[in-house]
């Protein structure tokens, strides 16, 4: 079936270093796509969004990259830092229909090596 | 302000029980969506409900029911529990039922565990 997938399950990199998590998504009607954060025992975090129609988009130091020729998606975060250790989820949500269910992928774990 | 709030946190049931998970969205926002996560996947979706009425459903068998209330917090019911609804329930509020930047802000989620 259509999923939205993740390329590696752990990503390790040095404090300070820029990371970069990649998600593939295979749906073409997807039109929306977000980026969450989930922490050991808590609820995902939204972290960045990004439209079908755009293929960039910047937060404070996140940047979330849409290529829609390949279907991938990525998240860069700037400047690593300790607190970004977590699980990183890309999700994508379909155009048409009645309902917001995201599609989620399985996740990225980040870790922050001192 | 309060974010969206979840109960219980953590919940222990045997095979074949049911249960009913509660959630209370941000003030002001209407919609409701509630998701399972079994150790380590992506959260899947179960239901989505606004202004009352249920919008959408994922790949989720009958025992799964939901319903809103007139003040937007919702129930999540599973019945005849099995071994594999062990997960993590997380419940999603945003402002609207549809449409793009309809954000999706989630609570802490409770975790079900079925012995």
């Known amino acids: 079936g259509e999923s939205v997938g993740l390329h590696l399950p752990t990503l390790s990199v040095q404090e300070g270093d820029n990371s970069i998590i990649n998600c593939a998504y295979s749906?073409?009607?997807?039109?929306?796509f977000i980026w969450y954060k989930q922490e050991s025992g808590k609820g995902p975090q939204f972290i960045i969004d990004?439209?079908?129609?755009?293929d960039k988009r910047q937060g404070q130091r996140v940047t979330v990259l849409l290529n829609k020729t390949v279907k991938h998606l990525s998240l860069q975060i700037a400047a690593t830092q300790p607190g970004d250790s977590a699980v990183y989820f890309c999700?994508?949500?379909?155009?048409?229909?009645?309902?917001?269910?995201?599609?989620f992928g399985k996740g990225t774990h980040l870790i922050i090596q001192p | 302000d309060a974010g969206v709030t979840q109960s219980p946190t953590h919940l222990i049931k045997t095979r074949g029980q049911h249960v009913t998970l509660r959630c209370s969205p941000i003030?002001?926002?209407?919609?409701v969506s509630w998701y399972q996560q079994v150790l380590g996947q992506g959260p899947q979706f179960i239901f989505q409900?606004?202004?009352?009425?249920?919008?959408g459903r994922g790949n989720f068998p009958d025992r799964f029911s939901a319903r809103q209330f007139p003040n937007y917090s919702s129930e999540l019911n599973v019945n005849a529990l099995l071994l594999g609804d062990s997960a993590l329930y997380l419940c999603?509020?945003?402002?609207f039922g549809r449409g793009s930047y309809n954000e999706q802000f989630f609570g802490p989620g409770t975790r079900l565990t079925v012995l």
């Open positions: 999700a994508e949500k379909r155009s048409g229909g009645g309902a917001d269910g995201l599609t």
């Open positions: 749906n073409s009607a997807s039109d929306y």
């Open positions: 409900y606004y202004e009352k009425e249920e919008r």
């Open positions: 990004i439209r079908s129609n755009m």
């Open positions: 003030s002001g926002h209407k919609s």
């Open positions: 999603a509020s945003s402002p």
